[in-house]
């Protein structure tokens, strides 16, 4: 039996929304709650700090720390976000 990983994949990043630095985020499953400000997420070009989410259902609109204005948001387009498996609540028996 291999190893349980050590990251898991919550959300797919999308576009920039509007100029201030906001990306649209598709969640992969779970519940939108479990994204509350101050969660860390582990993309492609870094840690990411969730500052803001807003929206129903599996798309929100997020804002993450340092990330001020559209051009620092593009390059996130497509990036998948991971937290550390310690982060997410067990699964039922």
């Known amino acids: ?3 349980a990983p050590s990251w ?3 959300a797919r990043v999308g576009r920039p929304h509007g100029l201030s630095g906001e990306l649209t985020v598709e ?3 779970g519940s939108p709650d479990r994204l509350v400000p101050g969660l860390r997420l582990q993309a492609p070009l870094g840690e990411l ?3 803001a989410a807003r929206g129903e259902g599996a798309q929100l609109i997020c804002r993450f720390r340092g990330i001020e204005d559209r051009p620092a948001a593009a390059p996130l387009a497509g990036a998948y976000l991971e937290v550390q ?3 997410l609540r067990a699964l039922a028996p």
């Open 49 to 51: 700090v969730l500052e």
């Open 85 to 87: 498996a310690s982060q």
């Open 1 to 3: 039996m291999s190893a």
């Open 8 to 10: 898991i994949r919550v």
């Open 27 to 29: 969640l992969l499953g």
